[in-house]
């Protein structure tokens, strides 16, 4: 095929722009990740100058290897009654208690908003006067009304998930074409079917991006929350080293929190491009 008829046939030159667009795809992914390599080893080795120069004295910057060291005893002896593994997996229980209730309630809900005008009517009033309060502006309340038990610490969570899941399912389920849904019952379909099988597929990358984000704010209510109220956790952790001025076991939870959040974020990310590949394509 001379190169006039390539160029004139669309189906001929549609391949080699995708096969193109595939490798450019893959050839940046080396690359994004030498990047982010190069960023982190940046980071910390600027940390380890201003350390060693002593800038900022230890007590308030510990080295990178004082850090280490105390990952290494508070892994093994533990503190404040607690291994760090402990600690970790208190937290972690919290937030995914907490995620579990907010997609299912999310999702839900905002499904009733984007179907029923009624349910949009009295539920969407209620989200918005407190989808801008700060969690930790209803944390003493919620204390109070249920204590500073385990499920006072997962509602104050869920609570600061939920919006975000909320309004991503009700902007996912209103992107959807009604030409859609209309072929869909045209073939028969009922209303759960149309639900199931149109609605909430063509609303999923939309939810996954929402949980991504309300991950975030989880993670940021969760330490909060064991600031105020708690026996085991990170944030408990961070809270009592702060007290008696350790820093080095403060940085360690900070890091801690870092590094489990920017785990959970890839782990998502993977979920999205397994549940969702299509997200992106025309």
């Given at each position: 095929?001379?190169?006039?008829?390539f160029?004139?046939?669309?189906?001929?030159?549609a391949?080699p722009?995708?096969?193109?667009?595939?490798?450019?795809?893959?050839?940046?992914?080396?690359?994004?990740a030498?990047t982010?390599?190069?960023t982190?080893?940046?980071l910390?080795?600027?940390w380890?100058?201003?350390?060693?120069?002593?800038?900022?004295?230890?007590?308030?910057l510990?080295?990178?290897?004082a850090?280490?060291?105390k990952?290494?005893?508070?892994s093994?002896d533990?503190?404040?009654?607690?291994?760090?593994?402990?600690?970790?997996?208190?937290?972690?229980?919290r937030?995914?208690?907490?995620?579990?209730?907010?997609?299912?309630?999310?999702?839900?809900?905002g499904?009733?908003?984007?179907?029923?005008?009624?349910?949009?009517?009295?539920?969407?009033?209620?989200?918005?006067?407190?989808?801008?309060i700060?969690p930790?502006?209803y944390l003493?309340?919620?204390?109070i009304?249920f204590?500073i038990?385990?499920f006072?610490?997962?509602?104050?969570?869920?609570?600061g998930?939920?919006?975000?899941?909320?309004?991503?399912?009700?902007d996912?389920?209103?992107?959807?074409?009604?030409d859609?849904?209309?072929?869909a019952?045209?073939?028969g379909?009922?209303?759960?079917?149309?639900?199931?099988?149109?609605?909430?597929?063509?609303?999923?990358?939309s939810?996954?991006?929402?949980i991504?984000?309300?991950?975030?704010?989880?993670w940021?209510?969760?330490?909060?929350?064991?600031l105020?109220?708690?026996?085991?956790?990170?944030?408990?952790?961070?809270?009592?080293?702060?007290?008696?001025?350790v820093?080095?076991?403060?940085?360690l939870?900070?890091?801690?929190?870092?590094?489990?959040?920017?785990?959970?974020?890839?782990?998502?990310?993977?979920v999205?491009?397994?549940l969702?590949?299509?997200?992106g394509?025309?």
């Open positions: 095929m001379s190169e006039a008829e160029a004139a046939d669309p189906q001929s030159s391949v722009a995708t096969a193109t667009e595939d490798r450019s795809t893959r050839a940046r992914g080396p690359a994004l030498l982010t390599i190069a982190v080893a940046g910390f080795a600027l380890w100058l201003v350390a060693a120069a002593q800038i900022v004295p230890p007590l308030f510990p080295s990178p290897l850090v280490l060291g990952l290494i005893s508070v093994a533990g503190f404040e009654g607690a291994t760090l593994i402990q600690h970790t997996l208190a937290s972690l229980a937030l995914v208690a907490a995620l579990l209730a907010a997609i299912v309630v999310g999702t839900l809900t499904l009733a908003i984007a179907l029923s005008p009624r349910a949009r009517g009295i539920i969407e009033p209620l989200l918005e006067f407190y989808r801008p700060p930790l502006a003493p309340l919620v204390i009304w204590g038990g385990e006072a610490k997962v509602l104050v969570i869920y609570l998930i939920l919006p975000s899941i909320v309004i991503a399912t009700v996912g389920l209103r992107s959807v074409a009604p859609r849904v209309n072929a019952r045209s073939l379909a009922s209303r759960w079917q149309v639900i199931g099988l149109v609605l909430l597929p063509h609303a999923l990358p939810i996954l991006t929402g991504r984000i309300g991950l975030g704010t989880g940021a209510t969760l330490v909060a929350a064991e105020v109220a708690a026996t085991r956790g990170l944030g408990f952790m961070i809270k009592g080293a702060s007290d008696f001025l820093t080095d076991v403060v940085v939870g900070i890091l801690v929190i870092a590094v489990i959040a920017f785990a959970l974020e890839l782990a998502l990310r993977v999205q491009r397994v969702v590949p299509w997200q394509r025309d």
